[in-house]
């Protein structure tokens, strides 16, 4: 029984292979989107981990030379000898390569590829040819070598690592080190530096700006685009199980009638389903792999450039991102097929078995439809003037949403009825008539636009807001020329001598690390200068704000210890033991984790004596920052310590025009994919437009007028879902700006508009309804006549 | 006798040897030395490393006391393990130093462990004049009978000095140490007799502090048979003046192979072969989540020995790479002492 | 004379071979003038009321209207033609379904150029359909549907109705009302009817009529 079951199951699709080819692809485009950016997320996030695991940069403090050159490896032992817990780093270019040279044995916090607590190959890593640790591609690039290759996908891109000994043979650097990373915990007595050695600092490992927590708002980002395109495609598979069910009601009526059982005919279509997800789902996997081996360049060098953070520019093939896209695949035709089994297994059996004009939603149907998106909307509200918390920050998103495709259709009717009653000539009236008995057919495809486009204009909307405010921030933060890092007591006088004769100011940052309002942060000073005074904005502040903290009488504190330890502006707070000052201002702060508060640099002084400055800014003309660094340089300042404000702001900008490579690039997929919604939708219509359209034909409207009529019917639909979209993603952009970014990351980003943005993105949507009715259009124009006659006619 | 410290350098030679902890030491040893019979001990050459054999230690322990007799304990450990049976210059030397130091109060215990190379100047051990060092922790001195001792860690640190006021014993078959019914065997001998004063630092204080001190040098390549999972090892110090070694290799939850050395206090050195020497616990106590027995019954009736055997502080657990429990005791009885005991296999 | 069909030829192409379906078919008619075209299934005669209706175009031969030859029309031109001059009812599927029964009724008048409120209420009214202006085509039964595409045609007062087994999905009594309505109606606006049928009996109520039989006139 089953093979002649399955095979009856199988002739609809056999018939019907438009229908297939729009199951599998909706399908088949979603996975991919999907997969796609899970795939980026994932190198990315895998590349963090890499470089935070095999460099530990910005998480140890380092030891290295004032003058640059190379530490020596006696120097490296007499520092070990003296009681200081530093391990040795030998790094160097081999054909264009990172080579990195490690000594597990002392590395802290477990780095580099073999480590004594994971019970690696110490022996194969420490003794003989030894081994080399990097991505495939590194050593393609890299070439042959003595000792043995080990592919990791771990390690940072266009790195290798290896033994500290075989690092030094490869880079003929025996007897010498790069830099030397200070484990965190250092045993009692050890001496100080320069009663070791000479010609050595310290720099201190960038504190507060953890890589992965600041690109999470990038790949936030990604993520819902991810999210969002997945949800198109999902409704795209919904109508096409829903339109297919319903065509093979009869079919179903007549085997039940023969004697096969439902339950059994249920579970053959699940399987039929399932077969169909899995060929999809593959297909959908390997596409998400092309979306982001193309994408994954602009992504790695937005992350490089806006963070530091190293990112692959190829893809690495990973097991678990293979089956989190097949699940998917398979996750989302459950959800696609679920109603539609729900409804064929409570079918009655002597059901009328006619095949209904799919989708035609009733009275009844209609009613709920509304109901759940008021009730949906509703919720949306009432989160979001209500509830807290990023569960709830999602929640607002996935009802407003929800809510708002669900309402799309009943909208559109309400525009065009208003709009036939408007309209004077009777082929006006059809039209706009007639264009609204196509919403059913067409609202799931309308819907996946309305999603598409407002996630759009929202994302495009957030990556905008955030570099403009990114901008202004840095203007704000970066107010000084220079800024100069000093190791020590010593250094700082020789910098002050150098510097302060040539600088128009210079401003010293004291900084100790303090719990405020029992959350972690940071305590800074703040000289009493005119450039605070210019530069500086506040969320909120009392009037005067600097005269305040200049007379010692407040703080200021920055937007993520107000909103985390709700502060408000004149709450107490405790700066040092038995110190309380209101607070007077607050600050926005952008990419640090930590709270932060400032007082005026007197009272730093009086309450925190034990803390010398170490970091400067220095005010200067801009042409004179150069020979600035060249004085300092030659005054034995070490120039990796010095870092210039206009190249960080250059820089800065270059990278967000690569973020936007990488939003327009996903803006135009995932209107690909709901153009593709239309595209299939007006497809599957057509045979049923054919009565439709016949007696107006017959009546004297030529068909390629009425070819004409469907391609503005398509762009209207379009342009009127993209109106109802523009609210919709400006809303969506709100939630992430002021809700979700406030709850993942502590602070709220302003919200800009970019009507120009949203202008083209409109066009965009034009263009991709235009693409997508063009050839259904087409095909009905070029309708010959005696296809167009047999509606009429008995034979029918 | 230490042997499963030396396990934790041990097993870096293979990820399945970490695996199997402990157990690894039974491995096989191809191309490095096994210990022999009959073997002449050269000094001080034999105070220095001994590269052909897979693993060795200079392993120290102290029980002190300061002005007010309150009692501590302090250990000071060097682990030599090869990865191969040579010695070189230059980082890809196959031998690896580490390093445990221990303070124990009644009311805390301390620990830190180190890792170096061989080969690069970071660690070692030269016979003339002795030093054993590793980062800025040495054991050193003229000779083998005045030293200088120091160790630290973030925590705490000491700086002691050693004079020796007996000879050196030599455990088993004249330093030939048996370990198992299967013929695994160490050299092993020992320095019991030091008299050690200096000064403990820790989170309570600088603490002056003297007392005894037990130097343990031992090298093997494969000390231990397959079935062979932990052991309980006893120093222990009575006011007689005598001083009893005990240590039994438990297999599974069997007391397995068991040895003692009985020392005279002239240094006169008497070996009890397997089954004399018997410990039973008495008490265990929760070790960090672990039941570790903190309290022994101790018999050797050969010498009269019948004693409970007592953790100064049950806490004394060395959370290392290779965690394992070492730390001071106290001896009631048949005789009334101090010492220090070792127990592996209960992690 | 209204309408001169001179030696008309029409084939289709199916399944690869090539059928006649007219092979030299002429007629004529005048105004106020009804016609019956009656023939057994595939003799031809829808297809010839298709060509007379502008809706398709003859292989060979001339089909004047009017005075106007409208073979040589192309697309626009035969569908203004559908528009200005001609009506066409068929035998199902008649109404644009979006639009309501008076919407319908209107629909052709409005884009003839040629409504008249007034007389589209008058018709409706005529055909028993002045309760129904409001409701969906979908909403109406099979001879209701009918009535109202009749009224439509007559109510943009083509020179020429054309119907294609107008009644076939009626019963028997209702088809004769049906009929009647159209036969009185058409005269009474000076236009000529010429009707498919393959009933004798609804045939016999007509002026004239013309048997086809495989493609020619019997």
Same mark, same amino acid.
């Given at each position: ?321 293979? *089956?989190? &896209?097949? =699940?998917? !695949? ?5 959800? %696609? ?5 729900? /409804? +064929? #297994? $409570? ?53 407003? *949403?929800? &809510?708002? =495709?669900? !309402? ?5 009717? %309400? ?5 036939? /009653? +408007? #309209? $004077? ?372 | ?347 | ?218």
């Amino acid at each position: 029984m089953t093979p002649t079951v399955l095979r009856a199951l199988f002739s609809h699709w056999r018939r019907n292979k438009l229908q297939l080819f729009t199951l599998l692809a909706g399908l088949a485009l979603a996975t991919a989107l999907w997969s796609g950016v899970q795939a980026i997320n994932a190198e990315a996030r895998a590349s963090y981990d890499a470089a935070a695991a095999t460099l530990g940069e910005g998480q140890f403090d380092q030891i290295v030379r004032a003058d640059g050159e190379p530490i020596a490896q006696a120097d490296y032992i007499a520092l070990r000898r003296a009681g200081w817990l530093v391990s040795p780093v030998v790094e160097g270019r081999l054909n264009g390569q990172r080579l990195v040279g490690l000594d597990p044995l002392t590395a802290p916090g477990g780095l580099g590829p073999v480590t004594l607590e994971e019970g690696s190959d110490v022996s194969a890593f420490v003794t003989g040819a030894g081994q080399v640790f990097a991505q495939a591609a590194t050593f393609a690039a890299l070439g042959p070598t003595e000792a043995t290759q080990v592919i990791s996908p771990d390690v940072a891109p266009g790195t290798i690592l290896t033994d500290i000994g075989v690092a030094q043979r490869l880079l003929g650097a025996e007897g010498q080190v790069q830099r030397l990373l200070v484990a965190p915990d250092q045993p009692l007595g050890q001496p100080s530096l320069d009663e070791i050695t000479d010609g050595l600092v310290r720099q201190v490992a960038q504190g507060g700006s953890d890589v992965g927590r600041l690109t999470d708002s990038f790949h936030l980002n990604l993520t819902a685009f991810g999210f969002l395109s997945f949800a198109v495609g999902i409704f795209i598979v919904n109508g096409a199980i829903g339109l297919a069910f319903e065509q093979r009601r009869s079919v179903v009526r007549t085997m039940r009638a023969l004697g096969v059982p439902l339950n059994w005919l249920i579970l053959l279509m699940c399987f039929e389903l399932l077969l169909f997800a899995v060929i999809a789902g593959a297909i959908g996997v390997a596409l998400g792999y092309v979306i982001a081996a193309s994408l994954l360049p602009d992504v790695a060098a937005t992350l490089r450039g806006l963070y530091g953070a190293d990112v692959g520019g190829t893809l690495q093939i990973r097991p678990a991102w293979w *089956l989190s &896209g097949m =699940a998917i !695949a398979v996750g989302g035709t459950a959800l %696609a097929a679920g109603a539609a089994l729900w /409804k +064929l #297994a $409570r079918m009655p059996l002597l059901a009328a078995a006619q095949p209904r004009a799919w989708a035609l939603s009733g009275g009844k149907a209609l009613f709920w439809q509304a109901g759940a998106a008021v009730g949906l909307l509703l919720m949306s509200v009432l989160l979001g003037v209500f509830a807290s918390g990023i569960a709830a920050g999602f929640g607002l998103l996935a009802s407003l *949403l929800i &809510g708002a =495709a669900l !309402a799309l259709p009943l909208i559109l009717s %309400a525009i065009l009825s208003v709009a036939r /009653k +408007l #309209a $004077r000539g009777p082929v006006a009236q059809w039209f706009w008539a007639d264009t609204r008995q196509q919403l059913p057919g067409l609202s799931l495809a309308l819907m996946a636009l309305l999603l598409a486009m407002s996630a759009n204009v929202g994302v495009s909307t957030m990556v905008s807001s955030f570099r403009l405010t990114f901008v202004g921030f840095l203007d704000q933060v970066l107010n000084a020329e220079l800024y100069v890092y000093t190791a020590d007591e010593a250094e700082t006088a020789t910098f002050l001598q150098v510097a302060e004769p040539l600088a128009n100011a210079i401003l010293p940052l004291m900084s100790t690390d303090r719990s405020i309002a029992s959350l972690p942060a940071e305590l800074f000073s703040a000289r009493d200068e005119q450039t605070y005074r210019d530069n500086w904005t506040f969320l909120q502040s009392v009037s005067q704000p600097w005269d305040v903290l200049a007379r010692g009488e407040g703080v200021l504190i920055n937007e993520q210890l107000f909103r985390r330890a709700d502060l408000a502006l004149g709450a107490m707070v405790e700066v040092a033991e038995g110190v309380t000052l209101p607070v007077i201002g607050i600050y926005g702060d952008y990419g640090n984790p930590i709270g932060q508060a400032i007082i005026t640099e007197e009272l730093f002084q009086t309450l925190y004596p034990e803390v010398q400055p170490t970091r400067f800014g220095v005010r200067i003309p801009a042409e004179e920052v150069q020979s600035l660094r060249t004085a300092l340089k030659e005054a034995g300042l070490a120039d990796a310590n010095m870092i210039d404000q206009a190249g960080i702001k250059a820089f800065s900008l270059e990278v967000f025009d690569r973020t936007f490579t990488v939003t327009t690039a996903l803006n135009i997929l995932t209107l690909a994919v709901a153009g593709f919604a239309i595209l299939m939708s007006l497809l599957t219509l057509a045979a049923l437009r054919v009565p439709q359209l016949a007696p107006i034909w017959a009546l004297g409207i030529t068909r390629r007028q009425l070819g004409f009529y469907e391609l503005c019917r398509a762009m209207l639909l379009a342009v009127l879902t993209a109106a109802v979209a523009l609210p919709l993603g400006l809303a969506l952009a709100w939630v992430l700006l002021s809700v979700i970014n406030v709850e993942a990351f502590g602070w709220k980003l302003p919200m800009f508009v970019f009507p120009a943005e949203y202008l083209r993105l409109g066009l965009f949507a034009l263009v991709a309804a235009c693409i997508a009715s063009a050839w259904p259009a087409i095909r009905l124009a070029r309708t010959p006549p005696a296809h167009l006659l047999k509606v009429f006619s008995n034979e029918r | 006798m230490n042997v499963k410290l030396a396990a934790a350098g041990f097993v870096l030679w293979s990820t399945s040897a970490w695996a199997q902890g402990f157990a690894g030491l039974g491995q096989t040893s191809e191309g490095f030395s096994d210990p022999t019979p009959g073997y002449s001990f050269v000094f001080p050459d034999d105070h220095a490393a001994h590269p052909e054999y897979r693993i060795e230690w200079w392993y120290l322990t102290a029980n002190l006391a300061d002005e007010h007799g309150t009692p501590y304990g302090l250990q000071w450990t060097l682990f030599r393990s090869a990865l191969a049976p040579r010695a070189t210059d230059g980082w890809d030397s196959p031998q690896i130093w580490m390093a445990h130091a221990a303070v124990t109060t009644p009311d805390g215990h301390y620990v830190t462990e180190r890792f170096a190379r061989d080969g690069v100047g970071q660690a070692g051990v030269t016979a003339t004049p002795f030093e054993a060092w590793i980062d800025e922790w040495h054991l050193r001195g003229s000779s083998f009978d005045t030293m200088e001792m120091r160790a630290g860690g973030p925590e705490f640190s000491f700086d002691m000095s050693l004079v020796a006021s007996g000879p050196l014993v030599f455990h088993g078959d004249e330093g030939f140490s048996v370990k198992s019914g299967e013929g695994q065997a160490s050299y092993y001998y020992s320095q019991p007799f030091f008299d050690i004063s200096g000064t403990l630092e820790t989170p309570e204080g600088r603490i002056a502090v003297t007392g005894n001190a037990w130097l343990d040098r031992e090298w093997s390549s494969a000390p231990l048979s397959e079935n062979q999972t932990g052991w309980d090892w006893f120093s222990l110090s009575f006011e007689d003046g005598t001083k009893l070694m005990g240590f039994q290799v438990r297999e599974g939850a069997d007391a397995g192979y068991t040895y003692a050395s009985w020392i005279e206090p002239d240094g006169a050195l008497t070996p009890y072969a397997n089954g004399a020497f018997r410990a039973e616990p008495l008490r265990t106590s929760d070790v960090g989540g672990r039941d570790v027995p903190t309290e022994w019954r101790v018999v050797l009736t050969e010498q009269g020995i019948d004693v409970t055997v007592t953790a100064l502080n049950n806490d004394a657990w060395m959370d290392v790479s290779v965690p394992y429990w070492e730390g001071p005791v106290r001896v009631s009885g048949s005789h009334d002492g101090v010492g220090y005991l070792e127990m592996t296999g209960y992690e | 004379m209204l309408l001169s069909v001179e030696d008309i030829k029409k084939s289709f192409r199916s399944a690869g071979s090539v059928v006649d379906i007219l092979r030299g078919v002429s007629l004529t008619l005048d105004a106020g003038e009804t016609l019956a075209l009656t023939g057994e299934s595939g003799s031809g005669k829808s297809t010839l009321l298709h060509l007379v209706g502008g809706l398709d175009a003859p292989d060979s031969g001339t089909i004047m209207l009017d005075g106007q030859d409208i073979t040589t029309l192309d697309d626009a031109g035969r569908a203004a033609l559908r528009r200005a001059q001609v009506g066409v009812v068929f035998q199902q599927f008649n109404l644009i379904p979006s639009l309501s029964v008076a919407d319908n009724i209107a629909f052709q008048a409005r884009i003839a150029g040629r409504y008249d409120p007034k007389q589209s209420a008058e018709m409706a009214a005529r055909m028993g359909l002045a309760e129904q202006m409001r409701k969906y085509p979908e909403q109406l039964s099979g001879g209701q549907q009918q009535r109202v595409a009749i009224a439509r045609t007559l109510a943009a007062r083509p020179r020429l109705v054309l119907a294609d087994e107008p009644t076939g999905n009626l019963d028997e009594a209702t088809a004769d009302d049906v009929l009647d309505l159209m036969v009185e109606m058409t005269k009474a606006s000076g236009a000529a009817l010429l009707m498919v049928t393959h009933s004798e009996r609804l045939a016999a109520r007509l002026d004239r009529r013309l048997h086809l039989r495989a493609g020619a006139v019997a």
